[in-house]
């Protein structure tokens, strides 16, 4: 088996606070939210036609994502890891740990002319730890290794005594048994979709903080999260629960596409400001190009490419590969505060972006000047992108 890159990054950024070790995560478990859309569009599909792809093919996704190796964590669904972890030990070889979603709360029942979304959450599991670990009901103990040992347990808080009261209670049977289990899991906090009483959005980090930090004051280490996934609200509370508790390692979820832009500010702001795990599933999965997508996210945090750099170089290889971006390069570095929840219910908070032309500098670092590119030809702004991702390999 070989060593997972998750464990050995968790273990220095927990060891250093300072450590600038980033973890990320495709998120490839929307078949246990949407339906048929799940997959997301069929690159064959044409404007205005609602074309998807078949789930073998976002396994397929899958299983190029996992080669490709960029990615520290691959969630999936239960059944999709059943087929690609357990039958076809993809993992086996790989420093990327499997992970599977081991609940499925109502909030994430995203159904055509379904009311589930815009209904308060509701604790619920279609999968079982054991399904997770070797992929039949009742494990031997030979055998829970043979599946994910990892699991997303997902929460939504809706500042309902009795609501919340079940979501915590539900979450502490599952922390038991995942404990007796030796089964690890990380812990999504998404906000609230219908709250019982409106919460002011300028306070709601503030909120989410509270009851993250409040619940997990009762869970020893042994029955503790390894990370969280959360919304990112900000500077403001992203710095807050990060200081708060330093063996705390914070994580954001990506939610909806955006621009590419959108994505990645979101995953530079959000470690600037403490984050160490960014979770992206729509964000990826909706990219004209998965892998060169994911390989700008790991420059952006590796300090290769400040955001802006990124976008200009992730066109220059569409470019260079004859593939048509979604927009305009104009349109495609504009900041648009995209929602992020399953039913389009949650909001996330963005940082003005930087517009003087000098690219984010990580921590310690001077920063960089960008060329001018209104003054360069396509073919010399191609040139210099090429030659900023030189190494980085076949995107075929």
């Not at 503790?224 to 959360?230: A, G, T, V």
Request: contains cysteine.
């Amino acid at each position: 088996m070989a060593t997972k890159s998750l464990d050995i990054k968790l273990a220095r950024i927990k060891a250093d606070r300072n450590s600038r070790e980033f973890i990320i995560a495709d998120a490839k478990d929307a078949d246990m939210a949407y339906g048929i859309a799940a997959p997301g569009h069929s690159p064959e599909m044409h404007a205005h036609e609602a074309r998807f792809r078949s789930l073998e093919d976002y396994r397929e996704c899958v299983r190029q994502v996992v080669h490709h190796g960029r990615v520290d964590v691959m969630l999936m669904s239960a059944h999709t890891n059943s087929i690609l972890t357990v039958r076809e030990k993809l993992f086996e070889n790989s420093h990327v740990t499997p992970a599977a979603r081991a609940n499925d709360t109502t909030d994430i029942h995203v159904a055509r002319q379904g009311v589930y979304t815009g209904e308060p959450s509701r604790p619920f599991e279609s999968t079982t730890i054991d399904h997770i670990q070797c992929g039949y009901i009742d494990c031997r103990d030979e055998d829970r290794a043979i599946g994910a040992n990892l699991g997303l347990y997902s929460v939504t808080f809706n500042n309902d005594v009795e609501l919340d009261r079940q979501t915590m209670e539900r979450y502490k049977a599952f922390r038991i048994e995942a404990e007796r289990k030796g089964f690890r899991h990380f812990l999504e906090v998404f906000d609230p979709n219908k709250p019982q009483k409106p919460i002011d959005p300028a306070q709601l980090g503030g909120f989410i903080n509270d009851m993250i930090v409040r619940m997990l004051a009762g869970v020893p280490d042994a029955g503790r999260p390894l990370f969280l996934k959360m919304v990112y609200h900000g500077p403001k509370f992203t710095e807050e629960i990060a200081n708060y508790d330093p063996k705390l390692v914070v994580g954001v979820l990506g939610g909806a596409s955006g621009t590419t832009y959108d994505a990645f500010k979101l995953i530079a702001d959000a470690q600037k400001y403490g984050a160490r795990v960014a979770l992206f599933g729509r964000k990826i999965n909706n990219a004209e190009h998965q892998l060169a997508f994911i390989e700008m996210l790991r420059r952006i945090v590796d300090g290769d490419l400040s955001p802006e750099e990124a976008v200009h170089a992730y066109h220059g290889v569409l470019q260079a590969l004859n593939i048509r971006p979604h927009r305009p390069l104009e349109d495609d570095l504009q900041l648009t505060n995209a929602a992020v929840g399953y039913g389009g219910g949650h909001t996330i908070s963005v940082p003005p972006s930087r517009r003087d032309g000098t690219a984010r500098a990580p921590s310690g670092r001077k920063p960089r000047t960008q060329p001018d590119f209104s003054k360069m030809t396509s073919e010399e702004r191609l040139a210099y992108h090429r030659g900023r991702l030189r190494g980085i390999g076949t995107w075929s």
